[in-house]
T-cell receptor
Framework: DAGVTQSPTHLIKTRGQQVTLRCSPK?????VSWYQQALGQGPQFIFQ???????QRGNFPDRFSGHQFPNYSSELNVNALLLGDSALYLC?????????????FGSGTRLTVV | AQKVTQAQTEISVVEKEDVTLDCVYE???????LFWYKQPPSGELVFLIR??????QNEISGRYSWNFQKSTSSFNFTITASQVVDSAVYFC???????????????FGTGTRLQVTL
C-alpha cells in the first residue's frame, strides 16, 4: 500500500520563476494538505484541499495556490519565487472522517531558490 | 490562536538512557487533538501518537510512553532505553476538532533534535 508520493524530490529554481509541486495521497485518503518547512523550523500549514476545493488556508500570500484533481491528487503552485521560499514542502493526506488515525506525510520536495 | 511550544531545541543522550521530550500547547478549543511526529534525515514525518482532548489516559507502547495533562496543557513524550535509531527531530503538533469532520490543520512546534550516541 503506497503512502503519500511527492514529486519531484529536489528542485532548483531562479528567483521570479514559477514552480509546481505534485502530491498523490495515500490510498483511501481524500484530503490533501500542504506544509512549508524552513530549515530548522516546524512545518507551517499552507492550505488544505477536499472535494477539489480549498477548505482551509494558512497565512501565506496569494502567490501560493493549489489544485486538487478528481483522483484526489494535488498540486502546489508558487509564482514569483523569492529566496525565502526555499524550504521543504510537505504534502499530507488524511481521511475526511471525524475519527482520524493520523495524517500521513510524504517525504517532501526540497525547493531551492537561487 | 493555537500554539505549540517545544522548549528543548536539542537533547543528547547515551544509548539506553531514558529521554523525555516536552510539549506545551495553547488552544481555546474544547475539542482538539495532539500528535507526536518523528522526522528522520530523510525528511518524512512519521506519525507516532495521537490523543484527543477527552482522553487523558496515559499509555505505554513498547519503548514509547506519553503523559497528557490538560491541567498544565502538556503532552510529553518519553522514550525508554533509547537507541541510536531514535536519533531524529521530534515534533509535537496540535489540531482542533473540525465540525464537518474533515481533518483540520496541524500547528507544529519548532521540534526537538534528539541525538543518541553509543
Amino acid at each position: 500500500d503506497a503512502g503519500v508520493t511527492q514529486s519531484p524530490t529536489h528542485l532548483i529554481k531562479t528567483r521570479g520563476q514559477q514552480v509546481t509541486l505534485r502530491c498523490s495521497p495515500k490510498s483511501g485518503h481524500d484530503t490533501v494538505s500542504w506544509y512549508q518547512q524552513a530549515l530548522g523550523q516546524g512545518p507551517q500549514f499552507i492550505f488544505q484541499y477536499y472535494e477539489e476545493e480549498e477548505r482551509q488556508r494558512g497565512n501565506f500570500p496569494d502567490r501560493f495556490s493549489g489544485h486538487q484533481f478528481p483522483n484526489y491528487s494535488s498540486e502546489l503552485n508558487v509564482n514569483a519565487l523569492l529566496l525565502g521560499d526555499s524550504a521543504l514542502y510537505l504534502c499530507a493526506s488524511s481521511r475526511s472522517v471525524r475519527d482520524l488515525p493520523g495524517y500521513t506525510f510524504g517525504s517532501g520536495t526540497r525547493l531551492t531558490v537561487v | 490562536a493555537q500554539k505549540v511550544t517545544q522548549a528543548q531545541t536539542e537533547i543528547s543522550v547515551v544509548e539506553k538512557e531514558d529521554v523525555t521530550l516536552d510539549c506545551v500547547y495553547e488552544t481555546r478549543d474544547t475539542t482538539y487533538y495532539l500528535f507526536w511526529y518523528k522526522q528522520p534525515p530523510s525528511g518524512e514525518l512519521v506519525f507516532l501518537i495521537r490523543r484527543n482532548s477527552f482522553d487523558e489516559q496515559n499509555e505505554i507502547s513498547g519503548r514509547y510512553s506519553w503523559n497528557f495533562q490538560k491541567s498544565t496543557s502538556s503532552f510529553n513524550f518519553t522514550i525508554t532505553a533509547s537507541q541510536v535509531v531514535d536519533s531524529a527531530v521530534y515534533f509535537c503538533a496540535l489540531s482542533e476538532g473540525h465540525p464537518t469532520g474533515t481533518a483540520s490543520k496541524l500547528t507544529f512546534g519548532t521540534g526537538t533534535r534528539l541525538q543518541v550516541t553509543l
